[in-house]
């Protein structure tokens, strides 16, 4: 759960907080029995402990696809990520990636921590595929193939422009968009989504977690990984590196709210898919991810500790988004929200002060014309009632005893 500190100076968030952890409690206890799906599900967790939350969403034969369809492509991302692996031996994977996972014995050994026993036990997620329909297997072999030629096309050349960039981008999450909305049509619940809409709820996430990860990617060992394109940064330094240096500050902030600017061009689209959605279980999967990336880059714009450490929404506004996101009105809620937080941080010095409010207000337009803003009640942007300390504490210590006497009783049954 969320630190102390952070729960006393927001206590609303309590509840939400205590809903999540018993929900993750849930989700263990549903772990299939089969040692392949059991990896699969306990490996969930480790290696995106937000995926694990929100896939709960899903009904269990498109769950199934799609927790394989995730794993695969975090094992072909592992692949990518991992500098130490000479170039001549990297690209081939990525490009054959597509066919191991019909084979019951492949494996390849890389990466660290969670990742490292993802691709040692890489046996187990082939297993799990093998067990999907058909028409979930192709859409993830399609997707698979697609996305292991783009990445090795990406390791033999650097992201110039910013074509370069979407088309990077494209690759590594625009066809997650793609194969997700392929999975969706398999399963029969959804219409089979335009390309286009599909590419850029792929591409407003990928861009967010870009922007977020600079200083992760840049410090990376042996050697850097960098993901932001040349035709946007060379505008500010001369090397793309410069931009974690104190020194270079007010051009890093400007940077960085380029960056977040080129990113705000896919909420329309990201808008225009959800409002098509009509399974609530799938709607809550696609919605939650899209409004903690909204949430992330209010965050994150014009805020200088993206070159020092690491940003990111709380614990507990996380956890109010997944109980609150039920509704197409909540996604236009939020998403109001948080461009008015980014809207508001917005310094009209700033040279791409006019494009980023022409961007927010575009996407702000389409939130009140949805009529949904009357509706629901917002919980971004809000002054919190003051609360005596000692009371949030003790109802903390309350609530805290409450759940685990339920979490003991389910075990019993």
């Excluded at 697609?146 to 990077?168: C, H, N, P, T, W």
């Excluded at 989504?193 to 996430?205: K, R, T, Y």
């Excluded at 609530?399 to 075990?411: E, P, V």
Aim: proline share 3%.
């Amino acid at each position: 759960m969320g630190s102390l500190g952070a729960i006393l100076k927001h206590p609303v968030d309590i509840y939400p907080l205590l809903k999540l952890k018993m929900a993750a409690k849930h989700a263990e206890k549903q772990i299939p029995r089969e040692p392949h799906w059991a990896f699969c599900y306990s490996m969930l967790p480790r290696v995106s402990r937000s995926f694990a939350l929100v896939i709960q969403q899903l009904d269990t034969e498109l769950r199934n696809a799609v927790c394989v369809f995730y794993l695969v492509l975090r094992a072909l991302d592992t692949v990518e990520d991992d500098t130490s692996i000479p170039t001549d031996v990297k690209v081939p994977i990525l490009i054959a990636f597509h066919r191991h996972i019909y084979d019951h014995d492949w494996h390849f050994s890389c990466g660290t921590k969670e990742y490292k026993v993802l691709m040692d036990q890489f046996h187990n997620v082939s297993n799990a595929f093998l067990e999907l329909g058909k028409g979930y297997q192709e859409a993830i072999e399609d997707i698979t193939k697609r996305m292991g030629a783009g990445m090795a096309k990406f390791i033999l050349k650097e992201v110039e422009s910013i074509d370069d960039y979407d088309e990077y981008c494209h690759y590594v999450a625009g066809l997650v968009g793609l194969g997700l909305s392929k999975l969706f049509h398999a399963s029969g619940l959804e219409d089979l989504a335009p390309d286009s809409i599909s590419n850029s709820m792929g591409l407003f996430l990928q861009k967010t977690n870009i922007i977020r990860d600079y200083l992760e990617d840049i410090n990376e060992i042996p050697k850097s990984r960098m993901f932001w394109p040349r035709e946007i940064w060379s505008k500010y330094v001369n090397k793309l590196e410069d931009l974690k240096y104190e020194e270079n500050s007010v051009k890093a902030v400007q940077c960085l709210n380029d960056m977040v600017t080129n990113a705000l061009i896919h909420m329309d689209d990201c808008l225009k898919y959800l409002s098509e959605l009509r399974d609530p279980a799938i709607f809550r999967f696609c919605a939650i991810p899209q409004i903690m990336a909204i949430g992330t880059l209010a965050l994150c714009y014009n805020n200088v500790n993206v070159f020092r450490g690491v940003v990111k929404m709380r614990r507990g506004l996380t956890a109010q988004v997944i109980h609150q996101t039920k509704t197409m009105d909540d996604v236009y809620g939020a998403f109001f929200d948080f461009s008015c937080m980014l809207k508001f941080k917005v310094d009209n010095s700033d040279p791409n002060a006019i494009k980023t409010l022409s961007r927010l207000e575009a996407a702000q337009k389409s939130c009140r014309e949805s009529g949904a803003l009357n509706k629901r009640k917002s919980y971004i942007i809000r002054n919190e009632p003051k609360y005596n300390s000692v009371l949030i504490v003790l109802l903390f210590i309350i609530l805290s005893i409450i759940f685990a006497y339920l979490s003991a009783n389910r075990s019993s049954y």
